[in-house]
Structures are given as structure tokens and as C-alpha cells.
T-cell receptor, first 111, second 114 residues
Framework: GQSLEQPSEVTAVEGAIVQINCTYQ??????LSWYQQHDGGAPTFLSY????GLEETGRFSSFLSRSDSYGYLLLQELQMKDSASYFC????????????FGPGTRLSVLP | ETGVTQSPTHLIKTRGQQVTLRCSSQ?????VSWYQQALGQGPQFIFQ???????GRGNFPPRFSGLQFPNYSSELNVNALELDDSALYLC?????????????FGPGTRLTVL
């Protein structure tokens, strides 16, 4: 089976840095992805880590440690528009077709 | 380039009815996945189609079925609707279904079962 854990809520102020953690348990592992979803919107892809280490894309960075079954999403220079839900996701199953999302972390950015 | 589109946007059905939801994949994508997202939860994987064949399925009963057409558009069919089927249904397309492929989501269909 597979499971992912994330904090349910995080609150931060504009301009700050926030880290959203994700731990996972899977029968197979094909990398860790992060998605953003605004209220009423569709999930949009943010980043993917297939190997250990840090991936940076603008204000967003994502980290993976396969030995610890752990990753995080780092958001810098927070803006009000970053208020959304953030999901980590892994592929599972015999050949990775099953895509499993975490429960999501709701980020609120305050002025 | 056209993104992923879904229809209808909203739908209201009664318990026991059947429903068909539709999805058009992003241009050039031959893989589509369907998800159910209950309010306040993460998307739950229903199944994936690659070149018209189902090649992955989550923990959903057989009354959830799908089709993918030669033009890679797709349908999700749900029979004998239950109240718990009320949710946002999302489809996502990817280039080839590979494990590193990015999935691009449509805006979803909000299904309400009364």
C-alpha cells in the first residue's frame, strides 16, 4: 500500500519563507511531485524530484531524500497569490501507473 | 496549444442514476487519468488510459468505468450513483504516461448526487 503525510495547514506572512513537508510510504518509488491548487481550480504542476537533492524553479524549490522517504516544498518571498492547497504526490503500483496524492496542505498568506 | 477541457462543468443527479463525464486531452497527449476529489481532500486516482487501454486502476468499484477514443479524448462513466459519489472529478493528460511525465489537469466536473 501507499500513504503520504503532510501538515494540514500552514500560515505565513507576505515576503516570508515557508516549508511544507511530505513523508511517504510506497511499494515502489518513481519520484515525488508537487502540485498547487487554488480554491475552485485545477491542480497545477510545480515540481518533480526523481533523485535526492534540491530542485529550484524560481521562488519554489523542492527537496527529496529517498533514504528518509521525505521531501519538502520551499516557497520563498511569499505573495498573497500563493494562498492555495499544496499536494505532494507519488507514483505507485507495479509499474508506476497509480498516482497517489497526499491529503494536502492549505497555505494561508497574510498581509 | 489547447489545454485539457472537461464537460459539463456542473452536474446534479439522483441516487441510482448513471452519469457520463467527458475530457479532451491536451494536444499530443496519449494518456489520460481520472481522479475523484472530495471537498478538502487530495485527488484520488480512479484509473489511467494509455492508447485506448486501461493500464492502471485505483481502489474504485467496477461501477466506475472509462473509455479512451482514438483521438485520445476520454469518458468516465459511473453507474448506480451513490451519495458519496458527490465530488469534483478531474481528468489529467500526459504525453506518454511515463513515470516522470507531468500531468496536466482539466478544470473538473462538479458532480452532486441527491
Amino acid at each position: 500500500g501507499q500513504s503520504l503525510e503532510q501538515p494540514s495547514e500552514v500560515t505565513a506572512v507576505e515576503g516570508a519563507i515557508v516549508q511544507i513537508n511530505c513523508t511517504y510510504q510506497t511499494s515502489g518509488f518513481y519520484g515525488l511531485s508537487w502540485y498547487q491548487q487554488h480554491d475552485g481550480g485545477a491542480p497545477t504542476f510545480l515540481s518533480y524530484n526523481g533523485l535526492d537533492g534540491l530542485e529550484e524553479t524560481g521562488r519554489f524549490s523542492s527537496f527529496l531524500s529517498r533514504s528518509d522517504s521525505y521531501g519538502y516544498l520551499l516557497l520563498q518571498e511569499l505573495q498573497m497569490k500563493d494562498s492555495a492547497s499544496y499536494f505532494c504526490a507519488v507514483r505507485d503500483g507495479m509499474s508506476g501507473q497509480n498516482f497517489v496524492f497526499g491529503p494536502g496542505t492549505r497555505l494561508s498568506v497574510l498581509p | 496549444e489547447t489545454g485539457v477541457t472537461q464537460s459539463p462543468t456542473h452536474l446534479i443527479k439522483t441516487r441510482g442514476q448513471q452519469v457520463t463525464l467527458r475530457c479532451s486531452s491536451q494536444s499530443g497527449h496519449n494518456t489520460v487519468s481520472w481522479y475523484q476529489q472530495a471537498l478538502g481532500q487530495g485527488p484520488q486516482f480512479i484509473f489511467q488510459y494509455y492508447r485506448e487501454e486501461e493500464n492502471g486502476r485505483g481502489n474504485f468499484p467496477p461501477r466506475f468505468s472509462g473509455l479512451q477514443f482514438p483521438n485520445y479524448s476520454s469518458e468516465l462513466n459511473v453507474n448506480a450513483l451513490e451519495l458519496d459519489d458527490s465530488a469534483l472529478y478531474l481528468c489529467a493528460s500526459s504525453l506518454s504516461g511515463g513515470v516522470t511525465d507531468t500531468q496536466y489537469f482539466g478544470p473538473g466536473t462538479r458532480l452532486t448526487v441527491l
